[in-house]
């Protein structure tokens, strides 16, 4: 098979596969499915293959992500495929709640030299494995990572609670911790961050916070350039799922939601509140 570039697989708008979506997905899956391996590499690695010929550092131990990964060569089709569609290069991204840097990764590769990432993801261990990601694909220079929480106050002093084999479930713990694995650490305002303000495309994926952090991105969204927000969207890990989507979309944001079979479609609030406890949703303007 052919080796083929990533709007090519992915790209719903630009791939002429995009005319035919059940084929586009099979020959996707078949081409990835084929070039995906993972290699032991001691210390806490596997080393991967993911989007054709990227390598990419996994965790042995995780029973999240990392299985997905090592056996198929990607994650989450139709979020990759939206953030194909919508970043160039130049621009800048967001990827809050990185955890592995599947996403920070693909981020980098789509801004180019010329655009930066900026990585947030407080668990140490998954941190380590991210920058050797980003170490081995060249991307080093132009990736920013923190490794640090992001909510609605800079310097809110918080438990994050990370499950065992799960590194990616990592939360704020929102009860005592009652002989929980937690790290403690402090958050921070995105739209504080340097060159935050600059973002044309953010993902949030923090398993609750997501409401927290768009109240801390408050100078992002009065700004001009913020045009995409990708939010895994936890209906029943927010006090009032109604209040945050009236803020959005009083902010000028129409909603989407990211669909496993349809990809990209339009919803509405009532919608949203009545479907699954989660879905993957992307706020537009």
Known sequence: MLRMNLRTLFG?????????????????????????MGVPMGDGMVLCRILGPYKFYCDPDDRGISPHIIMDG??????????????RLGMTAIDAGANLGYFTMLMGLMVGETGRVLSFEPVAASVRRLKYSLLINGLVE???????????EE???VDIIVPE???GGAHVANAPLDGRRAVAARTRRLDMIPGALDATLVKIDTEGMEHAIWRGMAGMIAGPNLRHIIVEFTRDGYSDPGAFLDEVTAAGFRLMHIHDRDGVVPTTREKILAGPWLQMLLFER
Do not use: C, M
């Open 74 to 87: 990607y994650w989450e089709p139709r979020t990759t495929e939206a953030i194909i569609d919508r970043l």
């Open 165 to 167: 084999n799960l590194e």
């Open 142 to 152: 132009r990736t920013t990572v923190y490794q640090e929480p992001l909510g609605d």
């Open 12 to 36: 719903h708008r630009t791939s002429w596969l995009r005319h035919f979506p059940k084929t586009h997905q099979r020959i996707r899956s078949k081409y990835l499915v084929r070039h995906a």
């Open 155 to 157: 310097g809110r002093a």
